[in-house]
């Protein structure tokens, strides 16, 4: 049983978020939290917000299957691009450079681990 969190429009730059993304990908729940708990970027704050909403949407949709945190690992985790911000800095000369203030939208996708399926079922 898939559960999913996301956080749109994130004043931070996609490609920082995705260095913090691809290290918790294919991990469980909590190596991830561990991981991010020892990265220390506004990103990985930002990522931990993420996994717990997960976890939490895992948990509680799950209330005929019996799922804990412990069963579940994150199974997709990818971050896109969002809306650019343009603004102009002035520069010598009379000119003016553009200013791209870029934004993410980050998904978590969780699954519980085959071996505990049959577990959560019972």
Do not use: C, W
């Not at 729940?29 to 997960?54: F, P, Y």
């Not at 650019?84 to 002035?90: A, N, Q, S, T, Y």
């Not at 010598?92 to 399926?117: C, F, N, P, Q, Y």
């Amino acid at each position: 049983m898939e559960s999913k969190a996301s956080a749109r429009y994130q004043r931070i730059q996609p490609r920082k978020l995705r260095l913090v993304v691809n290290m918790i990908r294919g991990r469980g729940v909590d190596e991830s939290l561990n991981v991010l708990q020892e990265t220390h970027t506004k990103g990985a704050r930002m990522i931990t917000k993420v996994l717990n909403s997960a976890i939490a949407n895992a948990v509680d949709r799950g209330e005929d299957l019996k799922i804990e945190p412990e069963m579940l690992y994150v199974k997709r985790a990818f971050v896109d691009g969002g809306p650019v911000m343009k603004r102009f800095r002035p520069r010598a000369m009379g000119r003016a450079t553009r200013i791209l203030k870029r934004t993410s939208h980050i998904t978590i996708v969780l699954d519980v681990h085959d071996e505990h399926k049959a577990k959560a079922e019972e």
